[in-house]
């Protein structure tokens, strides 16, 4: 299916008014206006992120009632359970607990469940086998819970009380907690919509220190912590589960990137260097493409825990080895997720006729669940429709699924609720489990409940344009500029421009398959512009020149010089 280019048209009124209020580049108040910056406030805002401008920790519901609760538990020493997720996500949202209440002088332990051998969330056997055994009064869950309806019934019947805080979509009613903090609640304000898992812990975690702080709690042997120093675990968090990097989530990734930037944190720093990462600044991208897979690694294929440990610890020796485990772990995830990923193409060029399908369920009884979520969103870059890997067990199947923007996976999904077991997730991304005898069934009404869903008019994959330029257009002013609309991520990605008639005047291969070259176009090459095209395919032409170009901007940084450098994304 060919790809479509839809160059974004913004009105022209709000851009001139972006423009003059901050004296930028026509360009880049474009790009602006193109994010749905409407007004020279929110401008203001998006180019100015500051802690100081968050909304207040009760826009969370629900939110006075966990403080309650939790300094009832510090004040009679109970014994509090900080009970966390084995993702990225999960892995911060526990750490920022934990440490926080720590410092608080809490009386706290925490557990990371293992993928396989426990599962998604709080579950009735974490009670008996976690919480009883340690004595435990008190659970927090961290970006878990809302789906733990009969964990907390259980922890109730034993007069253990549980906390909810986390961000995923409750379905049926609200679990009969002490409270749940969760932004996707009915009725709650839409401020915080966006935040991540990690993002409601430390909306809890605020909300703790200012009224220990009205209780005089905080003293010389217990000083107050300084909460600036959570948000590069907090930024990692965030970016890592691809919740929309705006409003709330912006302010908090700027702060945490100045962290990690600072350099405080050990085990960022070996993660860091472990993964490769010389240059500064660290970008959103180096925590998206470099730090999260290799935390991520560690639940996918081993525990949880070695990543949590490696974000705690103080010793740089202890960090080092932590991180160059968590890089041979990532290294063969990526092995295993490329060897499904490459079985399932070739499954797929031998039945041509499954491509017929506006949806894919793919099934292997090899597969490890830990990775297929990966494999399913390559493959829906790939083959643009909605698509679930399934890794089947002798009885009990589970599968991760992925989707394209048109398309709502969860409605699909919950169509077929009949032949599952569990599931959960979002409009994106879902998970599923089922017995295994069931997978064919499950095949078929998923492929028919997309049917369903699916728009009437085809909607093929787009290349989404901010604007057509000149290159003679390009400078170091837009290039600063288009850096400070940065972290990139969901919902604000890196700005993609596109351009006609472009001449090659000179190109190498460098590595093993990339292209740099120097790009003018007619009557204006002087100087050629330096571009690097990544990741050709080896029957690729080496052309002289575009017809088209879509391309993003930024500094290319070397041994402490720098020079433009255009992305070349698609031609």
Known sequence: ?????????????????????????????????????????????????????LPPPDALSGIEAAVDRIIHALRNSEKILVFGDYDADGVTASAVMFNFLKCAGADVAIHLPHRIEEGYGLQPKSIMQLALPARSNLIVTVDNGSSSSDAIAAARRFGIDVIVTDHHNIEGDVPDAVTVVNPKKEGQSGRLSDL??????????????????????????????????????????????????????????????EQINNGTRPGIQALLKASGIRHTPVTADDIAYRLAPRINAAGRL?????????????????????????????????????????????????????????????????????????????????????????????????????????????????????????????????????KTENIGKFRDAFEAAVEEVTPSQAIGPELTIDQEIQLDQISPQLI??????????TENPPPLFMAREVKVTRAAIVGQNHRRMFLCQPRQCSPPIGAIQFNLEKDDPRADAFEQLAFRLQWNRYRGEKEIQMIVEAC
Not at 398 to 403: A, D, N
Request: proline share 4%; with cysteine.
């Open 1 to 53: 299916m060919q790809t479509q280019w839809k160059i974004l048209e913004p009105n022209p009124v709000v851009v001139e008014q972006i423009r003059q209020h901050l004296d930028c580049h026509p360009v880049t108040a474009t790009v602006m206006a193109n994010r749905n910056i409407g007004s020279v406030e929110q401008a203001e805002q998006f180019i100015h992120p500051s802690l100081e401008g």
């Open 196 to 257: 991540a898992g990690v993002g409601v812990a430390f909306y809890l975690v605020i909300a703790l220190r200012t009224a220990l702080r009205k209780m005089g709690w905080w003293k010389r042997q217990r000083p107050e912590p300084n909460l600036k120093a959570y948000c590069d675990l907090v930024a990692i968090g965030t970016v890592a589960d691809m919740v929309p990097l705006r409003n709330v989530n912006r302010v908090l990734v700027s702060a945490g990137l």
């Open 302 to 434: 081993s525990n949880a825990r070695i990543a949590f440990n490696l974000l705690n610890t103080v010793n740089a020796d202890t960090a080092t080895h932590l991180a160059e485990d968590l890089s041979a772990l990532n290294q063969r995830r990526q092995q295993m997720e490329g060897a499904i990923y490459d079985e399932i193409n070739r499954h797929l060029e031998h039945r041509t006729d499954l491509l017929d399908r506006k949806a894919l369920l793919l099934a292997g009884p090899q597969w490890h669940e830990g990775v297929i979520g990966i494999v399913a969103a390559k493959l829906v870059a790939r083959y643009h429709r909605p698509l679930i890997v399934v890794s089947a067990k002798e009885t009990l199947a589970k599968g991760s699924g992925r989707s394209i923007p048109h398309i709502d996976l969860y409605a699909a999904i919950a169509k077929c609720t009949h032949l599952l077991e569990n599931f959960g997730g979002h409009r994106m991304a879902a998970g599923v489990s089922l």
């Open 480 to 489: 600063d500029e288009l850096e400070r609309l940065s972290p990139f991520g």
